[in-house]
């Protein structure tokens, strides 16, 4: 089975362009969420969708905007791009379940490999 | 901010059990540890989780503390290619939370 795909693997912008970042999430799966890795730290969570929903959305500026479409792949944009936006941006999807028994919801997220982003 | 600490680095020799250990001093009750590796500029990588019973799959094994507080991460038979940056993360699977929150890891170095 694929796994998460993101297209496209690196790219290269200037500064105040827009970029569009594409991901297809597992077979089945109905949740993707977005994340920003800087060089040598941890991701950060950007954003979650969910049924084409925003579930949950971390601490970026307005500038930072997402969609998910019905068949679950989703888009993630990013305007008047900065010298500091350049980083690798992962898609990661998920199969959300509800689980009572174990207090809430039950999914692990399963990552793309990444689109590589750089601004000049 | 995360929730949990990790060396920063660790070294272990090829074919030798790699022993990773995670604290979690705040976990609660609800709160899953998950485990994540991610080799040089590739996504990260699904290893494992659990909740407080001990856990083995193909790839490791996840021993918690009965207490909840620590966790290790055991790769049986480390090969070069277990280099990587390994993440432990704490997480909560109720409705309102679905980020995971990432600290800096601890990056494994196998040497032959």
């Known amino acids: 089975d694929a796994g998460v795909t993101q297209s496209p693997t690196h790219l290269i912008k200037t500064r105040g362009q827009h970029v569009t970042l594409r991901c297809s999430p597992i077979s089945g799966h109905k949740s993707v969420s977005w994340y920003q890795q800087v060089l040598g730290q941890g991701p950060q969570f950007i954003f979650q969708y969910y049924e084409k929903e925003e579930r949950g959305r971390g601490n970026f500026p307005d500038r930072f905007s997402a969609r998910q479409f019905p068949n679950y792949s989703s888009e993630l944009n990013v305007n008047a791009l900065l010298l500091g936006d350049s980083a690798l941006y992962l898609c990661?999807?998920?199969?959300?379940?509800?689980?009572?028994?174990?207090?809430?919801?039950?999914?692990?997220?399963?990552f793309g490999p990444g689109t590589r982003l750089t601004v000049l | 901010d995360a929730k949990t600490t990790q060396p920063t680095s660790m070294d272990c020799a090829e074919g030798r059990a790699a022993n990773l250990p995670c604290n979690h001093s705040?976990?609660?009750?609800?709160?899953?540890v998950y485990w994540y590796r991610q080799i040089h500029s590739q996504g990260p990588q699904y290893i494992i989780h659990?909740?407080?019973?001990?856990e083995t799959n193909e790839m490791a094994s996840l021993i918690i503390t009965e207490d909840r507080k620590s966790s290790t991460l055991i790769l049986p038979h480390a090969t070069l290619r277990d280099t990587a940056v390994y993440y432990c993360?704490?997480?909560?699977?109720?409705?309102?939370?679905?980020?995971?929150?990432w600290g800096a890891g601890t990056k494994l170095i196998i040497k032959p």
């Open positions: 990661a999807s998920s199969f959300p379940s509800y689980s009572p028994r174990q207090g809430g919801r039950r999914d692990t997220q399963y």
């Open positions: 705040t976990i609660s009750g609800n709160e899953y």
């Open positions: 993360i704490v997480r909560s699977l109720m409705d309102s939370n679905y980020q995971l929150i």
């Open positions: 659990g909740l407080k019973n001990n």
